[in-house]
T-cell receptor
Framework: EAGVVQSPRYKIIEKKQPVAFWCNPISGHNTLYWYLQNLGQGPELLIRYENEEAVDDSQLPKDRFSAERLKGVDSTLKIQPAELGDSAVYLC????????????FGEGSRLTVL | GEDVEQSLFLSVREGDSSVINCTYTDSSSTYLYWYKQEPGAGLQLLTYIFSNMDMKQDQRLTVLLNKKDKHLSLRIADTQTGDSAIYFCAGASGNTPLVFGKGTRLSVIA
């Protein structure tokens, strides 16, 4: 069974440029998460989807971040415009249920903003 | 909401036992989890414990839960160099999303 797939693995951009990350969850997993992981920190939730509905986006900086999960499968996280402080690893995870515990993570997309 | 604290570093010799500690604040946390992150990789679920349990053993891993003190520990027996990684404690209650600690970096010295 394929795991959670994320792309790109690495992205280097200049500040004020846009960037997008893509995630394909494990087949059949209805719940999808985007987490932000800064260096030396634990993951922090940005947004959680149940199917195509965003059920928790309270930590998503909506002035520059947006996300979508059309058709309730793949998801895209976008930043526009990127700032220096956005340099981090963006982790996607999925789970079969909604109780939030057993998450399956992708390898992450590491963003460097110059 | 939940807040999870962990010590940041632990260094042990190969073959010794490792004990990684965690404290949490939300007494209503139903499940408590340990995740492992190797360099350049995502997090991987190691084990979990329900809040109505005191201990759970899974091969080399032993999880101890002290609900009164809101303290969780992960013991790795016969620690190997392949166990070198960052270990995250996380808690969840009902339908709330997981809250992770900052992680404990375990270094195993051969």
């Amino acid at each position: 069974e394929a795991g959670v797939v994320q792309s790109p693995r690495y992205k280097i951009i200049e500040k004020k440029q846009p960037v997008a990350f893509w995630c394909n969850p494990i087949s059949g997993h209805n719940t999808l998460y985007w987490y932000l992981q800064n260096l030396g920190q634990g993951p922090e939730l940005l947004i959680r989807y149940e199917n195509e509905e965003a059920v928790d986006d309270s930590q998503l900086p909506k002035d520059r971040f947006s996300a979508e999960r059309l058709k309730g499968v793949d998801s895209t996280l976008k930043i526009q415009p990127a700032e220096l402080g956005d340099s981090a690893v963006y982790l996607c995870a999925s789970s079969p249920g909604t109780d939030g515990g057993e998450l399956f993570f992708g390898e992450g997309s590491r963003l460097t903003v110059l | 909401g939940e807040d999870v604290e962990q010590s940041l570093f632990l260094s042990v010799r190969e073959g010794d036992s490792s004990v990684i500690n965690c404290t949490y604040t939300d007494s209503s946390s139903t499940y408590l989890y340990w995740y492992k992150q190797e360099p350049g990789a995502g997090l991987q679920l190691l084990t979990y414990i329900f809040s109505n349990m005191d201990m759970k053993q899974d091969q080399r891993l032993t999880v101890l839960l002290n609900k009164k003190d809101k303290h969780l520990s992960l013991r790795i027996a016969d620690t190997q160099t392949g166990d070198s990684a960052i270990y995250f404690c996380a808690g969840a209650s009902g339908n709330t999303p997981l809250v992770f600690g900052k992680g404990t970096r375990l270094s195993v010295i051969a």
